[in-house]
């Protein structure tokens, strides 16, 4: 292997010693006694053994640094340890795909900030110390603004840091138990070094999940863990996990589409470490961005071509600016990147002489993006009406029995 080493400056070698140190390699005395043994298997088989090679090994062995096994820490920290050393000089793969993704670097810094805001008031002398806290920050949006993928590029930021512990969880529509016992077997070949010596074949019961997973200490673990697409019915079973698998120093992401999904998470039962949380609407896309959203789901443009847009010319960059505003909620400065994507297709069926088509279409395009915007509304309004009680959905319907459309106000009864 060193000889390998030697003539391929690709490979490493990370000496590993459980019951020696590299002291040991060091030894006259244990030189000695090595130098014997070898030489009485080289002279039973001299075609096998070289003494001298060992000995040149074991010289080029005492020149690199090795992990030393500290029983007082357990066999556990030893093995992290090695993680640790092998991510230093292998990084963890990218697990999602950024390519195509506009703004991911300004979105993600402001998400990243959000977190180190919350590091630091960790800190302050009334909060836990430092390395004990966990830091739970929900984010909400409307459908179609970007939550989920501004998630996944999360977890390729802080995979590196992580050693690859950066999970995400996007649960089920249609919420089963089945379906959230699949979940969490999914975390456990990312979460546990031990994986393979958990037997998850026969577990169909989330009790009997929850725990599996408790009594493999799988909370002693620092990760970054996203949970994406949460609705009422899995507030529970959020809260329940986190108590599971979040050790002392993670992060995370709880990703829903109204604040008081996010408010009531923060505030119910969470982890067994201290944590410190908030909250934060998902960041919106600017107006560069927005304009590289449509330009790119138009023509196909990679974002390698990043003079795609500044090489337009002026009527059609004109054009491109009036979709983009028509596409904004909130006085035209907010935009949902679903919205764009779709005006993008819209506008790619024009193949030639785009900017007087879009003329010509400029009425019936405005009512399609009308109607998309709509039509994000109306997913949101009926989201949230079927998650109240029934008492609730009565109460709402009757307000709106009594209201007069043309002046807005309640009729007398």
């Known amino acids: 292997m060193l000889e390998l080493c030697a003539f391929t400056g690709s490979v490493k070698i990370l000496p590993?010693?459980?019951?020696s140190s590299p002291l040991d390699l060091k030894c006259q005395t244990n030189l000695d006694k090595w130098r014997t043994t070898w030489r009485k298997?080289?002279?039973?088989?001299?075609?096998?053994?070289?003494a001298l090679k060992l000995e040149q090994a074991l010289h080029g062995l005492c020149a690199r640094e090795g992990l030393i096994f500290d029983p007082s820490h357990g066999e556990l920290a030893y093995l992290e340890n090695i993680v640790s050393a092998i991510s230093k000089v292998i990084p963890p793969a990218v697990h999602y795909d950024e390519l195509g993704i506009n703004g991911k670097e300004r979105l993600c810094k402001v998400i990243v900030a959000k977190f180190e805001e919350l590091e630091s008031i960790a800190l302050q002398p009334s909060c836990s110390p430092l390395q004990s806290r966990v830091c739970i920050l929900g984010m909400y949006g409307l459908p179609g603004s970007g939550k989920s993928t501004l998630s996944k590029c999360l977890c390729n930021h802080y995979s590196t840091n992580l050693h690859g512990k950066a999970l995400y969880l996007n649960l089920p529509t249609n919420i089963t138990d089945d379906k959230l016992v699949d979940v969490c077997k999914k975390l456990v070949p990312r979460l546990s070094i031990y994986h393979n010596k958990v037997d998850l074949t026969n577990v169909s019961e989330l009790e009997q999940m929850y725990s599996i997973l408790s009594s493999h200490k799988l909370q002693s673990s620092k990760v970054f863990l996203v949970v994406d697409n949460i609705v009422e019915e899995?507030?529970?079973?959020?809260?329940?996990l986190?108590?599971?698998?979040?050790?002392?120093?993670?992060?995370?992401?709880?990703?829903?589409?109204?604040y008081n999904l996010i408010h009531r998470l923060l505030h119910g039962p969470?982890?067994?470490?201290?944590?410190?949380?908030?909250?934060?609407?998902?960041?919106?896309?600017?107006n560069e961005e927005a304009l590289r959203i449509l330009l790119q789901s138009r023509d196909c443009v990679s974002?390698?071509?990043?003079?795609?847009?500044?090489n337009l010319p002026p009527r059609h960059k004109q054009m491109l600016e009036e979709v983009v505003s028509m596409s904004g909620f909130h006085n035209s400065k907010v935009y949902l990147p679903l919205v764009l994507k779709l005006m993008g297709a819209q506008l790619g069926q024009y193949k030639l002489d785009v900017y007087d088509r879009w003329r010509v279409n400029m009425e019936r395009f405005g009512t399609q993006v009308q109607r998309c915007k709509k039509q994000a509304i109306m997913d949101l309004v009926k989201d949230s009406?079927?998650?109240l009680s029934?008492?609730?959905q009565f109460l709402f319907l009757d307000i709106a029995l009594f209201i007069i459309p043309s002046v807005g106000i309640f009729t007398c009864t």
């Open 270 to 286: 969470h982890i067994n470490s201290p944590c410190v949380y908030d909250s934060v609407r998902v960041p919106n896309v600017n």
């Open 242 to 258: 986190m108590g599971v698998v979040v050790g002392a120093g993670s992060k995370v992401l709880l990703v829903a589409r109204t």
């Open 390 to 392: 029934s008492h609730l």
């Open 41 to 50: 298997y080289a002279m039973q088989d001299p075609n096998r053994i070289n």
């Open 16 to 19: 590993l010693f459980y019951q």
């Open 385 to 387: 009406f079927t998650k």
């Open 303 to 310: 974002l390698a071509n990043s003079c795609a847009l500044d």
């Open 234 to 240: 899995t507030i529970h079973f959020v809260q329940r």
